[in-house]
């Protein structure tokens, strides 16, 4: 009898074809050794509702500590016939309890709080390790923000040059994003932490099993307040994504600066040798495939999240088998993630900066504009009348390829009369970094500051 979980009302088995689109042992086994805790707990709470005996108790317990063994060291498998990690553990369970024992397992359970229960579990399991390994991405930042603090670079807006910034303070702007993102986790993670055990199909139990029992077993606070919603409800899996997504897009944008950054045009930092790869044909070739592989990961953890949604639309109450779409988009989600965080970091861990060139490139493009324009603010200038002062300035420097503080007195003097020499004095990189020392600017006790609320918000997460 292959479809055990139903074979009652029917005249034999599914056909092939059923079978195999039915299937998803392929990609939910990763659920099994929470599907073999979810059982344990759940056979507590049938035996304090009565109706296992204390040695039936001990027996099924026994069972499942054989069975999670089995899973654990693969000698129990998936048969082709198993239809999910659910039906494949209870033919399992079956096997080492006997039908008697193993067969009251079922009672006052469903699949679908199964599934959802256990997705929940974990997800939360796997979320944990992903911000671990964000968190390292963030620490191997503050590492270089602290090791060059005072380095000078290029900050640009429209990728045209600026202002000029420290690359400590560019590397945080990642480092808090991320940190973010770990903060969004520890949030997803305090609204997913609700069992659904107890819910069964979609109704509750009947049984007088205590689903907040079951719950606290499993390691959560607390059971759902609607065994409908405990079924039915995907937007746990949906908000990870988001947050596993946002994850990628954030390390896309730092990966698009890498690639940016080891180029010979810019120069501005170099790959380690075991974090690049080569060409098979241009021996020369150094290049930047970690953060091409994340700045092309993002776009599938993009479409993960939008696939997620778009099953999710419209789907009625409560459980629909639509809803065994929910797991490859998110399991593919975790693993792209979890292999490429760790890559990630070591590639970041281990950039060189060209901090000479940092440096030499900062005041160019006419960066020191803005500190020329609020320094004839502070003699009394108009702002517009400023602004228009040192666009003259710019101008004059551009016909003539040099730049703002290699005008002399007498061009200084012809632009403007409130342009006396004493500007230049303004016109240097520290001078523009110093003044920007309001909470959150570039200025370098500002940085310090910065790294040390990053490195307590690191140590508290
Ligand atoms: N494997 C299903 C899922 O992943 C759970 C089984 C529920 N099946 C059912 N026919 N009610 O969603």
Same mark, same amino acid.
């Given at each position: 009898?292959?479809?055990?979980?139903?074979?009652?009302?029917?005249?034999?088995?599914?056909?092939?074809?059923?079978?195999?689109?039915?299937?998803?042992?392929?990609?939910?086994?990763?659920?099994?050794?929470?599907?073999?805790?979810? @059982?344990?707990?759940?056979?507590?709470?049938?035996?304090?509702?009565?109706?296992?005996?204390?040695?039936?108790?001990?027996?099924?317990?026994?069972? /499942?500590?054989?069975?999670?063994?089995?899973?654990?060291?693969?000698?129990? %498998?998936?048969?082709?016939?198993?239809?999910?990690?659910?039906?494949?553990? %209870?033919?399992?369970?079956?096997?080492?309890?006997?039908?008697?024992?193993?067969?009251?397992?079922?009672?006052?359970?469903?699949?679908?709080?199964?599934?959802?229960?256990?997705?929940?579990?974990? $997800?939360?399991?796997?979320?944990?390790?992903?911000?671990?390994?964000?968190?390292?991405?963030?620490?191997?930042?503050?590492?270089?923000?602290?090791?060059? /603090?005072?380095?000078?670079?290029?900050?640009?807006?429209?990728?045209?040059?600026?202002?000029?910034?420290?690359?400590?303070?560019?590397?945080?702007?990642?480092?808090?994003?991320? $940190?973010?993102?770990?903060?969004?986790?520890?949030?997803?993670?305090?609204?997913?932490?609700?069992?659904?055990?107890?819910?069964?199909?979609?109704?509750?139990?009947?049984?007088?099993?205590?689903?907040?029992?079951?719950?606290?077993?499993?390691?959560?606070?607390?059971?759902?307040?609607? @065994?409908?919603?405990?079924?039915?409800?995907?937007?746990?899996?949906?908000?990870?994504?988001?947050?596993?997504?946002?994850?990628?897009?954030?390390?896309?944008?730092?990966?698009?600066?890498?690639?940016?950054?080891?180029?010979?045009?810019?120069?501005?930092?170099?790959?380690?040798?075991?974090?690049?790869?080569?060409? @098979?044909? $241009?021996?020369?070739?150094?290049?930047?495939?970690?953060?091409?592989?994340?700045?092309?990961?993002?776009g599938r953890l993009v479409g993960n999240l939008s696939g997620l949604l778009t099953t999710l639309k419209a789907l009625? =109450?409560?459980?629909?088998?639509?809803?065994?779409?929910?797991?490859?988009?998110?399991?593919?989600?975790?693993?792209?993630?979890?292999?490429?965080?760790?890559?990630?970091?070591?590639?970041?861990?281990?950039?060189?900066?060209?901090?000479?060139?940092?440096?030499?490139?900062?005041?160019?493009?006419?960066?020191?504009?803005?500190? $020329?324009?609020?320094?004839?603010?502070?003699?009394?200038?108009?702002?517009?009348?400023?602004?228009?002062?040192?666009?003259?300035?710019?101008?004059?420097?551009?016909?003539?390829?040099?730049?703002?503080?290699?005008?002399?007195?007498?061009?200084?003097?012809?632009?403007?009369?409130?342009?006396?020499?004493?500007?230049?004095?303004?016109?240097?990189?520290?001078?523009?970094?110093?003044?920007?020392?309001?909470?959150?600017?570039?200025?370098?006790?500002?940085?310090?500051?910065? =790294?040390?609320?990053?490195?307590? %918000?690191?140590?508290?997460?």
């Amino acid at each position: 009898d292959q479809v055990s979980l139903w074979g009652g009302r029917f005249d034999g088995g599914p056909a092939d074809a059923l079978a195999a689109l039915s299937k998803s042992t392929q990609f939910d086994w990763r659920l099994a050794p929470y599907d073999v805790a979810g @059982s344990k707990a759940h056979a507590n709470v049938l035996h304090r509702a009565g109706l296992l005996s204390d040695d039936e108790l001990a027996g099924m317990i026994r069972a /499942l500590d054989r069975l999670a063994a089995d899973v654990a060291s693969g000698e129990f %498998e998936p048969e082709l016939a198993d239809e999910d990690v659910h039906t494949a553990l %209870e033919r399992g369970l079956i096997e080492r309890a006997g039908p008697e024992l193993g067969g009251k397992l079922r009672a006052g359970r469903s699949r679908n709080d199964q599934v959802a229960t256990q997705f929940r579990m974990y $997800m939360r399991d796997a979320v944990r390790v992903v911000a671990g390994q964000v968190l390292d991405v963030v620490e191997a930042l503050t590492g270089h923000a602290d090791t060059h /603090l005072g380095v000078a670079m290029p900050g640009r807006t429209h990728l045209q040059h600026a202002q000029p910034v420290l690359l400590s303070h560019h590397l945080l702007a990642h480092a808090w994003a991320l $940190m973010r993102d770990v903060d969004r986790l520890r949030d997803w993670d305090r609204r997913t932490d609700t069992s659904a055990y107890g819910s069964g199909a979609l109704a509750g139990t009947s049984l007088g099993l205590d689903p907040e029992y079951v719950a606290r077993e499993l390691g959560f606070s607390g059971s759902v307040e609607n @065994s409908i919603d405990g079924t039915a409800a995907r937007d746990f899996v949906a908000e990870a994504a988001f947050v596993l997504a946002m994850i990628g897009v954030d390390l896309s944008r730092l990966a698009e600066e890498i690639i940016l950054w080891a180029t010979k045009e810019f120069a501005f930092a170099e790959l380690d040798d075991a974090w690049a790869t080569g060409s @098979s044909i $241009m021996p020369q070739k150094k290049n930047p495939d970690v953060a091409e592989l994340a700045r092309g990961k993002a776009g599938r953890l993009v479409g993960n999240l939008s696939g997620l949604l778009t099953t999710l639309k419209a789907l009625p =109450l409560a459980y629909n088998r639509d809803l065994q779409e929910d797991k490859e988009p998110v399991f593919d989600s975790v693993d792209s993630l979890t292999v490429l965080l760790p890559a990630f970091a070591g590639m970041v861990a281990t950039l060189r900066f060209n901090t000479s060139r940092l440096e030499e490139l900062a005041p160019q493009g006419f960066s020191l504009a803005t500190d $020329m324009a609020e320094w004839l603010v502070r003699q009394g200038v108009p702002f517009r009348e400023a602004h228009e002062i040192t666009g003259a300035c710019v101008r004059r420097c551009e016909q003539r390829g040099i730049e703002l503080w290699e005008l002399d007195d007498d061009e200084l003097a012809e632009i403007s009369g409130h342009l006396t020499p004493s500007v230049r004095e303004i016109l240097s990189v520290p001078g523009a970094l110093a003044a920007r020392s309001a909470k959150g600017g570039t200025a370098p006790e500002r940085v310090r500051d910065q =790294l040390s609320a990053i490195r307590a %918000e690191v140590a508290a997460a």
